[in-house]
């Protein structure tokens, strides 16, 4: 588990790149718009509207971020660890209207740095400047990729196009959620899912050992994905 320094530092090099040395990584935890907060689980990190804009860094415990669906309902977007990255889509925006909610799992401690920072750091070292706008290429192929998952028709295509993109080229990996977690970010019942893993082992396009996923066949996962949009 990485320290809460080893966190921040991971996180500033995926959003500003080669920027964020030592220095660079002193200098924005030494500014005095930069702020820590601790929270315990089950409480509201963040949320849009009720939120000031800021990117949060989650350097210690877990969090989860969801998008209300109703008065009640909710979906779960994604799990957060240490080092990760929250808060981007209300920057230089007028206004949030995305419903989602960023809350502990777990105790957990946050660093926020506010958009007049950022700004600063945007507006004063270009080569930080391109590193976060490779940040952000990231986020949108991550969006375009979580949208061809949601708006697959069947479970085998939601499947599938989760098992592409989290496998990221890779022939065998690891899903870092369990089955009812995965479940709930594709929106299927924990029934549905387990038989959309059997349909597709069966197809011969995965092989399941315990947790580990083999990749097979990845044009029939991308061709089942694709099928189920059309």
């Known amino acids: 588990m990485p320290s809460e320094r080893e966190a921040f530092d991971a996180a500033l090099a995926d959003l500003f790149g080669s920027a964020a040395d030592d220095a660079f990584a002193d200098a924005v935890l030494s500014a005095g718009d930069a702020d820590a907060a ?3 689980a089950g409480e509201v990190i963040y949320e849009d509207g009720h939120t000031k804009a800021a990117l949060g860094i989650l350097v210690a415990g877990g969090a989860e971020i969801v ?9 779960l977007l994604k799990d957060v660890s240490a080092g990760d990255v929250f808060g981007a889509a209300l920057l230089f925006a007028d206004s949030g209207g995305y419903s989602t909610v960023v809350r502990a799992k777990q105790r957990a401690r946050v660093i926020f740095l506010p958009q007049t920072l950022l700004e600063r750091i945007l507006t004063e ?12 290429t990231g986020k949108i192929r991550f969006l375009n990729a ?3 998952v949601l708006t697959a028709d069947s479970a085998q295509g939601k499947l599938a196009g989760y098992l592409l993109r989290a496998s990221d080229g890779r022939d065998s990996f690891v899903p870092d959620l369990s089955y009812l977690r995965l479940a709930e970010l594709l929106g ?3 029934a549905s899912l387990y038989r959309a893993f059997d349909a597709l082992v ?5 092989e399941k050992e315990q947790k580990r996923i ?3 066949n990845r044009a ?3 061709r089942i994905m694709g099928e189920s949009q059309s």
Request: net charge positive; aromatic share 10%; no cysteine.
């Open 38 to 40: 601790d929270f315990a």
């Open 146 to 148: 979580r949208l061809a």
């Open 67 to 75: 998008r209300k669906t109703g008065a009640d309902g909710e979906v």
């Open 202 to 206: 069966a197809a011969g396009a995965i």
């Open 125 to 136: 070292n270009p080569q930080a400047s391109l590193g976060y706008i490779a940040f952000l």
């Open 188 to 190: 299927l019942g924990r």
């Open 220 to 222: 029939y996962l991308a």
């Open 214 to 216: 083999l990749i097979k």
